[in-house]
């Protein structure tokens, strides 16, 4: 009990390092409780048939890139693995959001996903507009005057997708990766109150507080809460992800931190000088 006692620090951190870095480098899939939300959100995406209109709309910086990111590959995989047929338009409100969709894109292609989704078809990348809530104001009223041209030069007007898609009536679901503002709240009020459009989010979890009064009113179908929505995403789809290697990593993190604690209250109990102490 006493080497227990005496135990060097760099072994506790060193350990603690391989509790947290091996999941995220092999990613187990360790069990962990999905939330309601997250089940609702799945449930609505295997739910899309054919011709529905679905518009992702990236709107977070790269400073949030590594909470939302594994959230927005894991709803387009599924997307692009499962629901070939509806109309996937992807476009933002944060200046570097078309960026992200662009790069997602790129990532699952390069790993044979959505390879057969033919651009200006089946799927269109329509870019960035400033304005904030007055650009999602303008996109909701008309698609193709807010958003004159797409991320490749084409004129949106001539793009087959987007062919007897007008206002944010014709839409029949609208996802938000969204770190802060514009975001949820100019969403709702722009686009689901006045035309009743269905929407969704994935957002970072210091936003969900303010986000459940509209799930609760059921303006907000559901939403995903950063990494632990990933996680319980990808679990539902069964693929492991990055959402998973970051809830492995918690669970190894917290589990081997736990250990320390015990270890250390055997030890200090079981010492037979404690007493004389």
Do not use: C
């Not at 509806?86 to 570097?96: A, D, P, Q, R």
């Not at 062919?163 to 709240?185: M, N, V």
């Not at 969704?200 to 969900?208: F, G």
């Not at 303010?210 to 929505?229: C, D, E, F, K, M």
């Amino acid at each position: 009990m006493k080497n227990l006692r005496q135990i060097d620090r760099r072994i506790i951190y060193v350990i603690l390092l391989i509790a947290l870095g091996f999941p995220l480098i092999n990613p187990i899939g360790a069990p962990f409780q999905v939330a309601e939300n997250t089940q609702v959100f799945y449930d609505r995406v295997t739910e899309l048939e054919p011709g529905d209109v679905v518009v992702l709309s990236f709107d977070y910086a790269p400073t949030s890139k590594d909470e939302l990111n594994p959230g927005s590959l894991a709803v387009m995989r599924h997307l692009l693995e499962e629901k070939k047929g509806i109309k996937l338009i992807m476009l933002g409100f944060w200046v570097s959001g078309p960026m992200f969709a662009d790069l997602n894109m790129e990532a699952l292609q390069a790993e044979g996903v959505g390879t057969d989704w033919v651009y200006g078809e089946d799927y269109a990348s329509l870019g960035y507009i400033a304005g904030a809530e007055n650009a999602i104001s303008a996109f909701a009223n008309n698609i193709t005057d807010a958003f004159r041209v797409d991320r490749r030069g084409n004129r949106t007007e001539d793009l087959p997708i987007l062919e007897g898609i007008e206002d944010a009536s014709d839409i029949d679901l609208i996802i938000d990766f969204g770190s802060g503002t514009p975001g949820t709240p100019e969403f709702i009020r722009q686009v689901v109150d006045p035309y009743g459009t269905e929407f969704m989010t994935v957002m970072v979890s210091v936003s969900v507080a303010g986000a459940i009064p509209y799930y609760n009113s059921g303006q907000l179908v559901a939403y995903l809460n950063g990494l632990r929505g990933a996680g319980g995403y990808e679990a539902l789809y069964g693929y492991a992800g990055a959402g998973t290697a970051a809830m492995d990593s918690y669970s190894f993190g917290h589990l081997a931190i736990i250990l320390f604690v015990l270890i250390g209250n055997i030890a200090y109990y079981a010492d037979p000088d404690r007493k004389k102490k």
